[in-house]
């Protein structure tokens, strides 16, 4: 029969039209992340990293820089610590791959901007927003 798609398709909008609209004001409101989200930002730890290299050895984009030196005691002290994010892939390899926990990716996904140099972390950004991310 003729026009039962018509009819269907009418009454699926009827039947919407009169419910509470699921609708978030965003800026203003946000909803809750799950505990499981990768976010764009990444922490990483000064006092926790031990320059093993291993976050640089996973990333299969090769965006992490690490460059150390010999220091006391037979450690390694990081010159250098460097991510590049606009080609990271967010796939949280380098974060499984640290054996001490030296960087986390957190809940932020509000890191876009119009000027590339922002895209790219170094040991000084993260030494001075470390606290104001976690």
């Known amino acids: 029969m ?76 990081v010159d250098r610590y460097e991510i590049d994010l606009r080609i990271c892939l967010y796939c949280g390899l380098c974060v499984e791959a640290c054996p001490f926990h030296a960087i986390v990716m957190g809940k932020n996904y509000e890191m876009a901007n119009y000027d590339v140099s922002k895209l790219y972390l170094d040991k000084e950004f993260f030494l001075t927003h470390f606290e104001e991310w976690m």
């Not at 609708?23 to 976010?39: A, H, K």
């Not at 922490?43 to 006391?72: F, L, M, Q, Y």
């Open 2 to 77: 003729y026009g039962t798609g018509i009819l269907k398709g009418m009454a699926l909008t009827f039947r919407h039209m009169f419910r509470k609209p699921f609708t978030v004001q965003y800026p203003e409101e946000r909803l809750p992340v799950s505990e499981r989200y990768r976010g764009i930002q990444f922490n990483w730890s000064k006092e926790r990293c031990t320059g093993c290299d291993s976050c640089a050895k996973a990333c299969p984009e090769g965006c992490i820089t690490v460059a150390t030196h010999p220091g006391a005691e037979g450690q390694r002290i």
